[in-house]
T-cell receptor, first 113, second 111 residues
Framework: QQPVQSPQAVILREGEDAVINCSSS?????VHWYRQKHGEAPVFLMI?????EQKGHEKISASFNEKKQQSSLYLTASQLSYSGTYFC??????????????FGGGTRVLVKP | DAGVIQSPRHEVTEMGQEVTLRCKPI?????LFWYRQTMMRGLELLIY????????DSGMPEDRFSAKMPNASFSTLKIQPSEPRDSAVYFC?????????FGPGTRLTVT
Protein backbone atom coordinates (compact mmCIF):
# COMPACT_ATOMS: atom_id res chain seq x y z
CA GLN A 1 0.00 0.00 0.00
CA GLN A 2 1.36 3.38 -0.98
CA PRO A 3 2.05 5.67 2.00
CA VAL A 4 0.30 9.03 2.05
CA GLN A 5 2.37 12.18 2.19
CA SER A 6 1.20 15.61 3.27
CA PRO A 7 1.25 18.36 2.32
CA GLN A 8 1.56 17.87 -1.44
CA ALA A 9 3.48 21.11 -1.77
CA VAL A 10 4.95 23.81 0.43
CA ILE A 11 6.54 27.17 -0.29
CA LEU A 12 9.00 28.57 2.22
CA ARG A 13 11.14 31.63 2.66
CA GLU A 14 14.78 30.95 3.36
CA GLY A 15 15.21 30.34 7.08
CA GLU A 16 11.68 29.11 7.69
CA ASP A 17 10.76 25.67 8.97
CA ALA A 18 8.48 23.01 7.50
CA VAL A 19 7.19 19.55 8.38
CA ILE A 20 6.38 16.78 5.90
CA ASN A 21 4.31 13.84 7.05
CA CYS A 22 4.19 10.25 5.82
CA SER A 23 1.46 7.87 6.95
CA SER A 24 0.90 4.20 6.30
CA SER A 25 -2.13 1.97 6.78
CA UNK A 26 0.15 -1.00 7.42
CA UNK A 27 2.70 -1.78 10.12
CA UNK A 28 6.13 -0.53 9.12
CA UNK A 29 9.60 -1.90 9.61
CA UNK A 30 11.42 1.18 8.41
CA VAL A 31 10.93 4.53 6.74
CA HIS A 32 13.38 5.98 4.22
CA TRP A 33 13.49 9.61 3.11
CA TYR A 34 14.74 10.81 -0.27
CA ARG A 35 15.02 14.17 -1.99
CA GLN A 36 14.78 14.51 -5.75
CA LYS A 37 15.72 17.61 -7.68
CA HIS A 38 14.17 18.25 -11.07
CA GLY A 39 15.60 15.98 -13.74
CA GLU A 40 17.75 14.07 -11.29
CA ALA A 41 17.57 10.78 -9.40
CA PRO A 42 16.25 10.56 -5.84
CA VAL A 43 19.02 10.97 -3.29
CA PHE A 44 19.02 9.12 0.02
CA LEU A 45 18.66 11.33 3.09
CA MET A 46 18.10 8.98 6.00
CA ILE A 47 16.52 5.78 7.23
CA UNK A 48 14.59 5.29 10.46
CA UNK A 49 14.39 1.78 11.83
CA UNK A 50 13.00 2.03 15.33
CA UNK A 51 9.87 3.52 16.76
CA UNK A 52 10.49 7.01 18.05
CA GLU A 53 13.90 7.14 16.45
CA GLN A 54 15.14 10.47 15.16
CA LYS A 55 17.88 11.05 12.69
CA GLY A 56 19.44 14.11 11.13
CA HIS A 57 21.05 15.21 7.90
CA GLU A 58 22.31 18.81 7.79
CA LYS A 59 19.43 20.71 9.40
CA ILE A 60 16.96 18.09 8.21
CA SER A 61 15.75 15.61 10.79
CA ALA A 62 13.04 12.98 10.97
CA SER A 63 11.07 10.99 13.48
CA PHE A 64 9.30 7.64 13.22
CA ASN A 65 6.32 6.75 15.36
CA GLU A 66 5.94 3.02 14.91
CA LYS A 67 2.64 2.83 16.80
CA LYS A 68 1.04 5.50 14.67
CA GLN A 69 2.66 4.08 11.53
CA GLN A 70 3.88 7.47 10.51
CA SER A 71 7.04 9.47 10.03
CA SER A 72 7.70 13.19 9.87
CA LEU A 73 10.53 15.05 8.15
CA TYR A 74 11.55 18.39 9.64
CA LEU A 75 13.21 21.06 7.52
CA THR A 76 14.75 23.54 9.95
CA ALA A 77 16.05 26.97 8.96
CA SER A 78 15.52 26.04 5.32
CA GLN A 79 18.13 26.84 2.71
CA LEU A 80 17.68 27.37 -1.02
CA SER A 81 19.33 23.98 -1.59
CA TYR A 82 16.46 22.26 0.22
CA SER A 83 14.17 22.83 -2.75
CA GLY A 84 13.06 19.63 -4.44
CA THR A 85 10.54 16.84 -4.06
CA TYR A 86 10.74 14.78 -0.89
CA PHE A 87 9.65 11.15 -0.92
CA CYS A 88 9.14 8.76 1.91
CA UNK A 89 9.67 5.08 1.17
CA UNK A 90 8.20 2.53 3.52
CA UNK A 91 9.28 -1.02 4.21
CA UNK A 92 6.80 -3.47 5.71
CA UNK A 93 7.38 -6.06 8.37
CA UNK A 94 7.92 -9.66 7.44
CA UNK A 95 9.37 -9.33 3.98
CA UNK A 96 11.60 -12.19 3.03
CA UNK A 97 14.54 -10.49 1.45
CA UNK A 98 15.87 -7.20 0.31
CA UNK A 99 14.26 -3.94 1.28
CA UNK A 100 11.30 -3.40 -1.00
CA UNK A 101 10.32 0.24 -0.68
CA UNK A 102 6.92 1.64 -1.53
CA PHE A 103 7.09 5.36 -2.13
CA GLY A 104 4.61 8.06 -1.31
CA GLY A 105 3.41 10.57 -3.85
CA GLY A 106 6.01 13.13 -2.87
CA THR A 107 5.98 16.63 -1.36
CA ARG A 108 7.24 19.49 -3.51
CA VAL A 109 9.25 22.01 -1.53
CA LEU A 110 10.21 25.40 -2.90
CA VAL A 111 12.46 27.61 -0.83
CA LYS A 112 12.51 31.24 -1.93
CA PRO A 113 15.14 33.85 -1.05
CA ASP B 1 32.48 4.72 -5.96
CA ALA B 2 31.00 4.91 -9.44
CA GLY B 3 27.38 4.72 -8.35
CA VAL B 4 24.62 2.94 -10.23
CA ILE B 5 25.14 3.17 -13.97
CA GLN B 6 22.26 3.14 -16.44
CA SER B 7 22.18 3.20 -20.20
CA PRO B 8 20.95 4.69 -22.36
CA ARG B 9 20.13 7.96 -20.59
CA HIS B 10 17.53 8.84 -23.20
CA GLU B 11 15.64 6.61 -25.58
CA VAL B 12 13.13 7.63 -28.20
CA THR B 13 11.43 4.84 -30.07
CA GLU B 14 8.33 4.13 -32.09
CA MET B 15 5.38 2.15 -30.86
CA GLY B 16 5.87 -1.55 -31.39
CA GLN B 17 9.64 -1.50 -31.15
CA GLU B 18 11.64 -3.43 -28.57
CA VAL B 19 13.40 -1.41 -25.90
CA THR B 20 16.17 -2.65 -23.63
CA LEU B 21 17.33 -0.68 -20.63
CA ARG B 22 20.58 -1.60 -18.90
CA CYS B 23 21.85 -1.25 -15.37
CA LYS B 24 25.11 -1.85 -13.55
CA PRO B 25 24.58 -1.80 -9.78
CA ILE B 26 27.11 -0.62 -7.21
CA UNK B 27 29.69 -3.33 -6.62
CA UNK B 28 28.90 -5.32 -3.49
CA UNK B 29 25.23 -4.38 -3.36
CA UNK B 30 23.05 -7.48 -3.13
CA UNK B 31 19.64 -6.08 -4.07
CA LEU B 32 18.59 -4.46 -7.33
CA PHE B 33 15.37 -2.64 -8.11
CA TRP B 34 13.69 -1.31 -11.23
CA TYR B 35 11.38 1.67 -10.67
CA ARG B 36 9.27 3.67 -13.11
CA GLN B 37 8.39 7.31 -12.49
CA THR B 38 5.58 9.27 -14.12
CA MET B 39 3.71 12.38 -13.11
CA MET B 40 0.47 10.45 -12.81
CA ARG B 41 1.66 7.38 -10.91
CA GLY B 42 4.77 8.61 -9.11
CA LEU B 43 7.55 6.16 -8.30
CA GLU B 44 6.43 2.58 -8.88
CA LEU B 45 8.47 -0.51 -8.09
CA LEU B 46 8.42 -2.85 -11.08
CA ILE B 47 10.63 -5.71 -9.91
CA TYR B 48 13.41 -6.41 -7.50
CA UNK B 49 16.19 -8.97 -7.24
CA UNK B 50 18.10 -10.23 -4.25
CA UNK B 51 21.40 -11.96 -4.94
CA UNK B 52 20.46 -12.04 -8.65
CA UNK B 53 17.19 -13.88 -7.99
CA UNK B 54 13.87 -12.16 -8.81
CA UNK B 55 11.96 -11.80 -5.54
CA UNK B 56 8.90 -9.76 -6.43
CA ASP B 57 7.73 -8.88 -9.93
CA SER B 58 4.18 -7.97 -8.96
CA GLY B 59 4.75 -4.43 -10.16
CA MET B 60 5.54 -5.43 -13.72
CA PRO B 61 2.58 -3.99 -15.60
CA GLU B 62 2.19 -6.53 -18.35
CA ASP B 63 3.77 -9.49 -20.10
CA ARG B 64 5.37 -6.98 -22.43
CA PHE B 65 7.81 -6.20 -19.61
CA SER B 66 10.58 -8.58 -18.61
CA ALA B 67 13.71 -8.22 -16.49
CA LYS B 68 16.81 -10.28 -16.06
CA MET B 69 19.85 -10.26 -13.83
CA PRO B 70 22.33 -12.77 -15.26
CA ASN B 71 25.05 -11.80 -12.77
CA ALA B 72 25.71 -9.51 -9.85
CA SER B 73 26.93 -6.65 -12.01
CA PHE B 74 24.31 -6.41 -14.74
CA SER B 75 20.56 -6.24 -15.21
CA THR B 76 18.23 -5.48 -18.09
CA LEU B 77 14.63 -4.36 -18.37
CA LYS B 78 13.03 -5.12 -21.69
CA ILE B 79 9.77 -3.85 -23.15
CA GLN B 80 8.48 -5.67 -26.20
CA PRO B 81 6.46 -4.32 -27.91
CA SER B 82 6.62 -0.79 -26.55
CA GLU B 83 3.55 1.47 -26.32
CA PRO B 84 3.18 5.24 -25.84
CA ARG B 85 1.90 4.71 -22.27
CA ASP B 86 5.29 3.19 -21.40
CA SER B 87 6.83 6.65 -21.69
CA ALA B 88 8.41 7.42 -18.32
CA VAL B 89 11.71 7.69 -16.49
CA TYR B 90 12.99 4.27 -15.52
CA PHE B 91 15.31 4.12 -12.53
CA CYS B 92 17.53 1.26 -11.53
CA UNK B 93 18.57 1.21 -7.86
CA UNK B 94 20.78 -1.05 -5.81
CA UNK B 95 21.08 -1.51 -2.09
CA UNK B 96 23.13 -3.03 0.68
CA UNK B 97 22.05 -3.10 4.31
CA UNK B 98 18.91 -1.12 3.52
CA UNK B 99 20.68 1.86 1.98
CA UNK B 100 19.37 2.25 -1.56
CA UNK B 101 21.14 4.27 -4.25
CA PHE B 102 19.41 5.26 -7.46
CA GLY B 103 20.94 5.46 -10.90
CA PRO B 104 20.49 8.58 -13.05
CA GLY B 105 17.52 7.06 -14.88
CA THR B 106 16.59 6.40 -18.50
CA ARG B 107 14.05 8.75 -19.98
CA LEU B 108 11.97 6.68 -22.41
CA THR B 109 9.71 8.27 -24.98
CA VAL B 110 7.54 6.02 -27.13
CA THR B 111 5.90 7.80 -30.06
Amino acid sequence: QQPVQSPQAVILREGEDAVINCSSSKALYSVHWYRQKHGEAPVFLMILLKGGEQKGHEKISASFNEKKQQSSLYLTASQLSYSGTYFCGTEMHGKAAGNKLTFGGGTRVLVKP
Amino acid sequence: DAGVIQSPRHEVTEMGQEVTLRCKPISGHNSLFWYRQTMMRGLELLIYFNNNVPIDDSGMPEDRFSAKMPNASFSTLKIQPSEPRDSAVYFCASSLARRTSFGPGTRLTVT
